[in-house]
């Protein structure tokens, strides 16, 4: 039994680049093309699943109308909250302390926000999001829209690393990255396939 799922990182939302987490920006224009390009003609999708923020969801909710495919949510791919840094530029954050992102993205473990999500919280519910959508969907081919936190844990799962080395894997605005899950005897082997590419490749 093999399950194909395709993650794709959401466009560029209105206001640019900035640690949102999960403050409700929706995609600008310059999103919305990005999006739509990254996906291009592509259509063999079975399901389509979606983070609920508005960067994630209207797309996702435009694509299933296009191509005909169902579409649902999954509150638990919610981008992690970022607490006292949501809404604040990396040149903000880094005027008065250079070293703050760099060593944020060394050790997201004692280097993390005030007021954020806890990782291993984090880390917790987007797996437990996974497990669910393939106990679910088992043998279809799939599309997540989601954020590049979540994709960074669910790329960490799939590698087998520490949940606290994933801000060391770059996801580009829409990048795509494909996961195939095999499944024998009760158990689940996923292998990533391509990572921070776009489908109108394959």
């Known amino acids: 039994m093999l399950t194909?799922?395709?993650?794709?990182?959401?466009?560029?939302?209105?206001?640019?680049?900035?640690?949102?987490?999960?403050?409700d920006d929706p995609l600008s224009e310059k999103g919305w093309a990005q999006m739509w390009k990254a996906v291009g003609d592509y259509a063999q999708w079975q399901h389509i699943i979606t983070s609920p923020l508005s960067r994630c969801q209207a797309f996702a909710e435009a694509l299933a109308e296009k191509r005909g495919i169902p579409v649902s949510v999954e509150a638990r791919f919610k981008e992690v909250t970022f607490g006292v840094w949501e809404g604040q530029t990396s040149a903000q954050l880094t005027a008065r302390h250079p070293d703050l992102l760099f060593d944020f993205r060394c050790d997201p473990v004692a280097h993390r926000p005030a007021g954020a999500e806890l990782l291993a919280d984090?880390?917790?519910?987007?797996?437990?999001?996974?497990?669910?959508?393939?106990?679910?969907?088992?043998?279809?081919?799939?599309?997540?829209?989601?954020?590049?936190?979540?994709?960074r844990m669910l790329l960490s799962g799939v590698l087998g690393m520490p949940a606290h080395n994933a801000y060391r894997i770059q996801v580009g605005s829409a990048a795509v990255s494909r996961i195939e899950v095999e499944e024998r005897h009760?158990?689940?082997?996923?292998?990533?396939?391509f990572h921070d590419g776009a489908l109108v490749l394959f």
């Open 186 to 193: 009760g158990k689940r082997l996923p292998t990533l396939l």
């Open 122 to 151: 984090f880390h917790a519910r987007v797996t437990a999001g996974w497990q669910a959508m393939l106990d679910a969907h088992s043998g279809e081919h799939l599309l997540v829209v989601c954020h590049a936190g979540v994709i």
């Open 4 to 23: 194909t799922i395709d993650l794709i990182r959401h466009g560029e939302p209105v206001g640019g680049r900035k640690y949102r987490g999960q403050t």
